[in-house]
Each structure stands twice: as structure tokens, then as C-alpha cells.
T-cell receptor
Framework: NAGVMQNPRHLVRRRGQEARLRCSPMKGHSHVYWYRQLPEEGLKFMVYLQKENIIDESGMPKERFSAEFPKEGPSILRIQQVVRGDSAAYFC????????????????FGEGSRLTVL | GDSVTQMEGPVTLSEEAFLTINCTYTATGYPSLFWYVQYPGEGLQLLLKATKADDKGSNKGFEATYRKETTSFHLEKGSVQVSDSAVYFCALGYNTDKLIFGTGTRLQVFP
């Protein structure tokens, strides 16, 4: 899974500030997924993007959260006006192409970005 | 809805001990089941998978059998090593990209 790069690894924000988390997929991968792990919970799907397109954002909170994957550059998960409940580990994953078929389960994850909101 | 439940950690073992990490699931359909592992300082990586009932997934000495009758997918290894120390995640998924994960179980192996 080496190759999915997330930064920053750790981010501290005060309530009301903005948080930006970046994810560079593995070389040759054009599909990116964001998952969130709240304390004491499992990873939960947030959003699935291809280059310049949001394919599925059914797991994204309706307000304050947005994601993009531009033609050039990393995917960005943006959280506006952060609150303490946003404190979590945010994981990015990538796949080479097409929707990931569950019988392959070939998602390649980054190390995660841990957001702490004071 | 669908969900995955894992035993709480940490699981602490001596080297060469037998390992079992329990995982049970609830599902409305017939998902595939997975174990992912996260070693210190690395991202999650697929350890093994099983796509239908009675299938056994195996890799690196780890095994798990898809038990429909008990809705379980317990992870086992006969003799753990210090290098197996990591966090292990059980997950399920259908023909989509939305994997459903358990909370993770930390394994600590001491020499």
C-alpha cells in the first residue's frame, strides 16, 4: 500500500477554523476514497471521487464538509468551521480504475490524517 | 443496517502464541468479508478476504473462514511473531466501494 500519501499527519485546529487534508493517490490510480474514523468507531465511508468528479458523497455530512480531486494535484478534504466532533482520523484510499469490486477489496490506504479540534 | 463487530483490544500475546481475533457481522445480503492490517506508521493494507460462505482466506500464516451460520469471520494464526504487532480491521462489502469496517483490534506481541 506504500504510495498513498496523506498530509498533514496531524492537524490541530481551534473551533471555527478550517481544516484541509490532502491525499495523493498511488501512481496510476485515478480513484480516491475518503473514510473517517471517529473515536471508538470503525472507519466509515465518506466520499468517492474520480478526477474532477464526485461519484458518491453519500457519507459526507451535509454541511461544512467538501471534497475535490482536481485534474492536477492531490485530492482535498475540506472542513469549514470545525467543531470538536470533527476530531477523528481521516483515511484516504485509492484504486487503479473503475468502482472497486467488493470481491477484490483492493483499496490502498494512506496512513491517515489525525485532526484534533480544541 | 449492515455492521461489523470486533473484539476489543489490545490483545497481548507472547511470541509463538496462538492468535484469535473475533469478528462477527450483520448483513442484509451476501457480502464479501475482509481483514485489513495497519502496521505502525503505515496505511491499512488488505491481509485476506473471502467472497462466499465457507471460503477460507489466508495470507502470511493468517486464516479466516467465512461462517454464514454463525455470521463470523474470526482471524487466526498458529504462532504469532513480534512483527505481527499491528491493528487489525475486519470489514464487509458488496459490489460497491463502500466497505464497512469494525473498530479495529490492536495486537501486541512481546518476545
Amino acid at each position: 500500500n506504500a504510495g498513498v500519501m496523506q498530509n498533514p499527519r496531524h492537524l490541530v485546529r481551534r473551533r471555527g477554523q478550517e481544516a484541509r487534508l490532502r491525499c495523493s493517490p498511488m501512481k496510476g490510480h485515478s480513484h480516491v476514497y475518503w473514510y473517517r474514523q471517529l473515536p471508538e468507531e470503525g472507519l466509515k465511508f465518506m466520499v468517492y471521487l474520480q478526477k474532477e468528479n464526485i461519484i458518491d458523497e453519500s457519507g459526507m455530512p451535509k454541511e461544512r464538509f467538501s471534497a475535490e480531486f482536481p485534474k492536477e494535484g492531490p485530492s482535498i478534504l475540506r472542513i469549514q468551521q470545525v467543531v470538536r466532533g470533527d476530531s477523528a482520523a481521516y483515511f484516504c484510499a485509492s484504486s487503479p480504475g473503475g468502482r472497486v469490486q467488493a470481491n477484490t477489496g483492493e483499496l490502498f490506504f494512506g496512513e491517515g490524517s489525525r485532526l484534533t479540534v480544541l | 443496517g449492515d455492521s461489523v463487530t470486533q473484539m476489543e483490544g489490545p490483545v497481548t500475546l507472547s511470541e509463538e502464541a496462538f492468535l484469535t481475533i473475533n469478528c462477527t457481522y450483520t448483513a442484509t445480503g451476501y457480502p464479501s468479508l475482509f481483514w485489513y492490517v495497519q502496521y505502525p506508521g503505515e496505511g491499512l493494507q488488505l491481509l485476506l478476504k473471502a467472497t462466499k460462505a465457507d471460503d477460507k482466506g489466508s495470507n502470511k500464516g493468517f486464516e479466516a473462514t467465512y461462517r454464514k451460520e454463525t455470521t463470523s469471520f474470526h482471524l487466526e494464526k498458529g504462532s504469532v511473531q513480534v512483527s505481527d504487532s499491528a491493528v487489525y480491521f475486519c470489514a464487509l462489502g458488496y459490489n460497491t466501494d463502500k466497505l464497512i469496517f469494525g473498530t479495529g483490534t490492536r495486537l501486541q506481541v512481546f518476545p
